[in-house]
C-alpha cells in the first residue's frame, strides 16, 4: 500500500491550490484518506479526512469553511481544494490512507489518534503562501 502527493507550490495570501494524493492497495476494503500538514518546528496536524464506506468527510476548524476533500468513484485519488489560504497555512502536506473501519459519526478522532501508525503515508508536499 502506498500513497503519494502532488499539488504543492508558492501561492500568494487569498489564492488557491489544489493538491491530490494517489493511493493505491487498498481495494475492497474500508479504509480513510486524510491529509495532514507540518510546519517547521511543530507537530503534524490533521486537516481533513474522508471515508471510503461513506464518503463523510472531516475538517479541522483552522480550515473549514476554506478547505474541501473530495475523491473519485474508486476512492484511489483524493484531492483537497485550498481556498482562501493565509501565511499559517504553510507547511509540508502529507497524506495517509489507514485501513478501518471508519464510516459514520465521530470516525475522524479515532482515525486522527492513529497517525503513527497508518498504512501509507506519501512523501509530502510544500505549500508556501507568501503574506
Known amino acids: 500500500r502506498c500513497s503519494s502527493e502532488s499539488g504543492g507550490g508558492l501561492v500568494q495570501a487569498g489564492g488557491s491550490l489544489r493538491l491530490s494524493c494517489e493511493v493505491s492497495?487498498?481495494?475492497?476494503?474500508?479504509?480513510?484518506i486524510g491529509w495532514f500538514r507540518q510546519a517547521p518546528g511543530k507537530d503534524p496536524e490533521g486537516v481533513s479526512g474522508?471515508?471510503?464506506?461513506?464518503?463523510?468527510?472531516y475538517y479541522s476548524n483552522s480550515v473549514k469553511g476554506r478547505f474541501t476533500i473530495s475523491a473519485n468513484d474508486a476512492m484511489n485519488t483524493v484531492h483537497l481544494q485550498m481556498n482562501n489560504l493565509k501565511p499559517e497555512d504553510t507547511a509540508t502536506y502529507y497524506c495517509?490512507?489507514?485501513?478501518?473501519?471508519?464510516?459514520?459519526?465521530?470516525?475522524?478522532?479515532?482515525?486522527?489518534?492513529?497517525?503513527?501508525?497508518?498504512?501509507?503515508w506519501g512523501k509530502g508536499t510544500l505549500v508556501t503562501v507568501s503574506a
Open positions: 495517509a490512507a489507514d485501513r478501518g473501519p471508519y464510516g459514520g459519526d465521530n470516525w475522524y478522532p479515532l482515525f486522527l489518534s492513529g497517525y503513527r501508525n497508518m498504512d501509507a
Open positions: 492497495g487498498f481495494t475492497s476494503e474500508n479504509y480513510a
Open positions: 474522508i471515508s471510503s464506506s461513506d464518503g463523510t468527510t
